[in-house]
């Protein structure tokens, strides 16, 4: 799972599946988009208006329940700015 954020259209993007995938998107309502791809399995979740649900300035914190401890690194890194 990667989380991301673009400052410049303030969009959260949350990608459940690595990799490239054909998808549809499925609405939720005007700030909130799912993107469906093969066999109906949910690819990531896009959140427009993401400082007004989030708290501008603010890092939420991410609470995994259930979850057992993977042996990968958890990797918190600054997205490069666009030049």
Known sequence: MK???DSEIDALYIRLIEGKHECRTVRLNEEVAL???K?????GIEILDAKEGLGAGKLPAI???GI???TAPLAVRKK???K
């Open 68 to 70: 057992t401890a993977s």
């Open 39 to 43: 066999a109906e399995k949910l690819v």
């Open 63 to 65: 609470v995994l329940e």
């Open 3 to 5: 989380i991301s954020y």
């Open 80 to 82: 490069p700015s666009k």
């Open 35 to 37: 993107n469906i791809g």
